[in-house]
């Protein structure tokens, strides 16, 4: 059984890179379990994060900026969303269009970029300082 790859970046800035401990929707947990790339499991308390990346690699490229459009990507069903973190890093991403957006304290993005080296993306909401809606994804057309 694999280990997502993860990397926790704190409010404070700290990054903390690793695996994510328990497979497992960090949605309703107070504390995500990280085992770090030396195998010592640090607890992160979720108040305390920005986001939890699950990056393709750890070693990502600085330089790289993510595309933000598209003219043929896969469809994804969600809402295409713009998020600005209070330290003014921003993401575009698709979100699911569920009540969970509104009444959990965090979300998964997925982003946009499929070149990206984040796959996916544990937003905690306590960190935002926008949020937009920038439009709707349909994976099927309706039918006339």
Not at 4 to 19: H, N, S, T
Request: aromatic share 10%; charged share 30%.
């Amino acid at each position: 059984m694999g280990r997502d790859k993860v990397i926790a970046r704190k409010l404070d800035g700290q990054i903390i890179k690793g695996y994510l401990e328990i497979a497992s929707d960090v949605t309703h947990a107070e504390d995500i379990s990280i085992s770090s790339l030396t195998e010592n499991v640090i607890e992160v308390p979720k108040r305390e994060m920005k986001a939890l990346f699950f990056p393709r690699k750890f070693s990502g490229e600085k330089e790289y900026s993510d595309v933000k459009f598209f003219q043929n990507q896969p469809r994804i069903e969600g809402l295409w969303v713009r998020i600005t973190f209070c330290d003014n890093e921003m993401i575009e991403g698709i979100v699911s269009n569920s009540r969970r957006l509104l009444l959990d304290d965090t979300f998964y993005l997925k982003p946009t970029d499929p070149n990206s080296n984040n796959q996916l993306v544990c937003v905690v909401k306590a960190s935002l300082k926008d949020f937009s809606v920038l439009g709707m994804r349909y994976s099927k057309l309706p039918q006339p």
